[in-house]
């Protein structure tokens, strides 16, 4: 059973043209929506890095939502395209590290599209609440604390083998 | 006064409360409290308006007196008031870009009703931001020239007034026309509401001052097919159709066109809807603006096979203007703004079939009665049925087309008063019972509910309902051959139906077909139902997200022609503001190359779509040109080694928002 108290962390990337202003358009329009997702302001959603998405992950979001213009309606003419084959590459990334696909989600959203922010990040929200957390950082302490076990086990063998040997 | 490397950062931290809008649901002086503990924060505020005055004198005197050397303001969006606070940030005696806007209310206190989680959404979002300031620098401003011609596509009244206005200012002006004639849809009307002052005597003469303006370039029958560039500096390419016909040449004498070997005109007219009919060499209409022939390839018999006798040729003797070698030409101009006035089209009567439009001959659409009353029309003004007799009765229906979920949802402003327009003029010229069928008569602007009062007491019937359907199936002897209207007549609460010999549709507006290529040709944006898209409803109505290109008139979204030219105004101004001033700031948000850790790999260079990116082949290193640059950071994104970074944009920002927005609980 999804716990329903759960309150899943998104961090979201939107592009200042479209996604943005769409964001801008539901608050304007006040849409509500859930209030879990953190927007941070980019120029294109080209200048998504693959490592803001992996660096989201890894400090604790539970999901990371990119959004970007239309294809074909890009302020830059192609930055999205380009998105959309990093977003690609990230999901079989993603996939390959045990990280559920659905977590990471790519939608086109025109300046016009305030209703989609909502209809998105409410969706977005709730399946994630169903995934349950990610909890990467905690599964990075406790890789840790596996880490320094099997160092301290190897260095106490070692330890009595050298006692063995003197 | 600017903080570089090893200075102690000193952040000044703001929260508005946009009176209750933000307040109201995010606790600011929580927020407030929470920041002030965080590092680096000397100050934090709350208060009710930051763009005020005190508010952003508060930002300035706290620079001064705290030497503060970051700022963080949490309000609205920074589309909306970063312009404002980065110019309080240098009147404080600060770098503007040593400030980050936080957008607590389109992205918060607008969209969410828990207050206690918008609250935490606020701090997390402030904490980000925060974190983020600590890595701006002083950054530069870059002023680019602007070009002082203007562009402006489309000749409608929006159109011929912005061009008007610009030119009588001393700008070139480059006026690009689909049409062989400008004047648009207004060209068309006989009448104009709520004034009943005639249309033509409003708008020739604004024509022919188009025509013949030392400072506009006209381009009829030609389309704007390329642009290029950003504002200040547009490269424009312009699709010249041929016309077949010398401009510079023809005289508008139309000798050619009584010579035309189609001794009788038979081919559909376009400016009169269809309803007239002109030869495959025609004037679109007397008035037109150019005076210019038009030769219409699909019809002309030399044009088409090359086998006439061309006795039109013969006619222009030694002028020569008839010209059957023009070829289409595409030609490239350069101006610095660009004023779209595209229009709209009207909604097709076919799409509602129960309504008859194309069955039943004597149901017409708004413009095409238009043209049937006009005494330029097909039928010099006379208003018959298609027998000939002249109408006993007329009914209007209204809003077809709009204010409807299964075609357009929107009102399109203009139907009620051009109906009440129509129907006094139909009153007029035949004397005919006039029964309008209306959802709500909507007569908002100046004059025009005398004007509806003024049809009530002219006798015009107002029926409330929306018409079912038109049927010529009569069941009494009243009914027999004539169109009946059967509707619900909500005031009175029963099912009538309405004999009448003529039946008009008031169809309403639509954006062009071709909206969506032509946003993309500009950049700008629609709304979703088509219209292009203003960059703020109130504060930039005729602005797009596209700086140096306006929109005005209907192309924006259906209204009247008094609407129409203050926009275009509006868009004019815009405009000449941006040519007086001289130059533009650009956003210093471009990307560098960190040639020391620049590994030449060139996977950056295909990447850019403004081939700002080029390759030192002496250096080994990439290369990016800042003139060229436009700060969309892909390139950015995409290096490998992360030798390119953004200004505004830098890595360890964006990072720092990521961390930021997670580490707050």
Not at chain 2, 374 to 382: D, K, L, Q
Request: glycine share 8%; charged share 25%.
């Amino acid at each position: 059973m999804p716990d329903a108290a759960f309150q899943p962390r998104i961090v979201a990337f939107f592009c200042n043209w479209c996604t943005y202003t769409a964001a801008d358009l539901a608050g304007v329009s006040r849409f509500k929506y859930a209030p879990n997702v953190r927007v941070v302001r980019l120029m294109c959603s080209g200048r998504v890095d693959p490592q803001f998405i992996l660096s989201a992950f890894s400090q604790g979001a539970d999901g990371v939502l990119i959004g970007g213009c239309h294809i074909g309606d890009c302020h830059y003419s192609e930055g999205n395209l380009k998105t959309l084959r990093r977003f690609q590459m990230l999901r079989r990334l993603l996939r390959g590290l045990g990280i559920d696909e659905r977590r990471l989600r790519l939608e086109w959203i025109s300046a016009a599209e305030g209703d989609k922010v909502r209809v998105i990040v409410n969706e977005m929200t709730e399946q994630l609440r169903a995934l349950g957390p990610l909890g990467l950082p905690g599964r990075f302490e406790e890789w840790d604390r596996e880490a320094g076990r099997t160092e301290a086990e190897a260095a106490g063998s070692e330890a009595r083998e050298e006692a063995a040997h003197a | 006064m600017n903080a570089g490397a090893g200075t102690e950062i000193r952040t000044g931290f703001y929260i508005c409360h946009c009176g209750q809008n933000i307040a109201g649901v995010v606790d600011c002086p929580a927020v407030a409290e929470y920041v002030a503990r965080l590092p680096s924060v000397v100050v934090s505020r709350d208060y009710k308006y930051m763009c005020s005055d005190p508010g952003q004198e508060l930002i300035k005197q706290d620079i001064r007196e705290h030497n503060l050397n970051r700022i963080v303001v949490a309000s609205c969006s920074p589309l909306l008031h970063e312009h404002t606070f980065r110019h309080a940030v240098e009147a404080g005696g600060l770098n503007p870009f040593l400030f980050q806007m936080v957008n607590i209310r389109e992205h918060d206190s607008w969209v969410h009703t828990d207050h206690a989680a918008a609250t935490e959404k606020a701090k997390a979002l402030a904490y980000a931001a925060v974190r983020r300031v600590r890595f701006h620098t002083a950054l530069e401003t870059k002023r680019v020239s602007v070009h002082p011609d203007v562009l402006v596509v489309g000749g409608g009244i929006a159109g011929i007034h912005a061009s008007l206005t610009l030119a009588n200012a001393g700008k070139k002006v480059f006026l690009v026309e689909r049409e062989p004639s400008i004047g648009g849809h207004m060209a068309k009307f006989d009448k104009t509401f709520p004034t009943l002052d005639c249309a033509a005597c409003i708008l020739t003469p604004k024509m022919s001052a188009v025509g013949a303006h030392e400072n506009i370039t006209l381009w009829s029958y030609s389309e704007v097919v390329k642009v290029e560039g950003y504002v200040g500096n547009y490269q424009v390419t312009v699709k010249r159709k041929p016309r077949y016909v010398n401009e510079e040449l023809c005289i508008g004498c139309q000798e050619c066109i009584r010579a035309c070997v189609y001794k009788e005109a038979k081919f559909p007219d376009e400016f009169n809807v269809g309803m007239g009919k002109r030869k495959p060499i025609y004037i679109p209409f007397p008035q037109a603006v150019p005076q210019v022939v038009v030769i219409d390839p699909a019809r002309c018999l030399q044009v088409k096979s090359g086998k006439c006798k061309q006795t039109c040729v013969e006619a222009c003797a030694d002028r020569r203007a008839i010209d059957f070698t023009q070829r289409e030409e595409l030609v490239q101009i350069k101006v610095g703004n660009i004023i779209v006035t595209t229009g709209f089209k009207l909604f097709d009567a076919k799409r509602i079939p129960q309504y008859g439009y194309g069955v039943y001959p004597n149901v017409v659409t708004s413009i095409e009665l238009e043209r049937l009353v006009t005494s330029s029309g097909p039928t010099g003004g006379e208003l018959l049925l298609r027998d000939g007799r002249t109408p006993q009765s007329v009914a209007f229906i209204l809003c077809v087309g709009s204010r409807d979920y299964r075609t357009n949802r929107w009102c399109s402003r203009t139907c009620c008063m051009h109906s009440m327009k129509l129907a006094q003029l139909v009153r007029e010229h035949t004397g005919a019972d006039v029964t309008v069928f209306y959802l709500d008569i909507r007569a908002p602007g100046k004059g025009c509910e005398e004007f509806y009062d003024k049809s009530l007491k002219d006798g015009i019937q107002f029926v409330r309902g929306r018409v079912a359907e038109v049927t010529d199936w009569a069941v009494t002897p009243e009914e027999e051959g004539k169109l009946v209207i059967r509707a619900e007549d909500t005031l009175a609460g029963l099912v009538r139906r309405i004999p009448v010999d003529m039946i008009v549709l008031a169809v309403g507006m639509e954006p062009q077909s071709d909206a969506q290529d032509l946003r993309r040709l500009f950049n700008m944006s629609c709304g979703t139902e088509g219209w292009f898209l203003e960059k703020h409803p109130k504060l930039a109505p005729v602005s797009t997200f596209t700086d140096g290109v306006f929109i005005a008139g209907c192309c924006q979204g259906p209204k009247d022609i008094p609407d129409s030219i203050a926009q275009a105004g509006a868009a004019a101004a815009e405009a000449m503001a941006l040519i007086d001033r001289g130059y533009i700031e650009q956003e210093p948000n471009t990307a560098y190359v960190v040639e020391e850790d620049c590994s030449g790999c060139k996977s950056c260079i295909p990447i850019c779509p403004y081939t700002a990116i080029t390759f030192d082949e002496a250096k080994a290193k990439a290369c990016i040109n800042p003139a060229l640059c436009k700060g969309c950071g892909t390139c950015v994104a995409a290096c490998p080694s992360g030798s390119i970074r953004q200004h505004l944009f830098e890595d360890e920002e964006i990072m720092s928002e990521i961390e930021g927005v997670l580490s707050h609980a």
